[in-house]
């Protein structure tokens, strides 16, 4: 049973830093794709970074490339999204995300199928 955790959210400037952590169980399957969505008011979920986790081939959104960074630790089972450089617009409930089995990561929310429960990022101007 997949098990997905997030933590390390909250408040913070524009221009500033925040790490979020994904703490997974279950995946025993290097054949999986991990990623992290957001989700503003009145937005549909978006992602934002994905990685497969056989090979560490990432993805990023445009919108976020050259100031966040995720990656995975498989020492500790932890999936991790560095944002730095935050913008206002960067505020929304992030998601880590996992789908077994796959040969490639898709960027389309629907097609993961273990989430976890959301974690706040607010960024005020």
């Known amino acids: 049973q997949v098990q997905l955790v997030e933590s390390g959210g909250g408040s913070v400037q524009a221009g500033g830093s925040l790490r979020l952590s994904c703490a997974a169980s279950?995946?025993?399957?290097?054949?999986?794709?991990m990623g992290w969505f957001r989700q503003a008011p009145g937005k549909e979920r978006e992602a934002v970074a994905t990685?497969?986790?056989?090979?560490?081939?990432?993805f990023y959104d445009n919108s976020v490339k050259g100031r966040f960074t995720i990656s995975q630790d498989n020492a500790n089972n932890t999936l991790y999204l560095q944002m730095n450089s935050l913008k206002p617009e960067d505020t929304a409930v992030y998601y880590c995300?996992?789908?077994?089995?796959?040969?490639?990561?898709?960027?389309?929310?629907?097609?993961?199928?273990?989430w976890g429960q959301g974690i706040q990022v607010t960024v005020s101007s």
């Open positions: 990685i497969y986790m056989r090979n560490s081939h990432t």
């Open positions: 995300a996992a789908v077994l089995e796959r040969g490639w990561c898709s960027t389309t929310a629907w097609q993961y199928n273990h």
């Open positions: 279950g995946i025993t399957d290097s054949r999986s794709c």
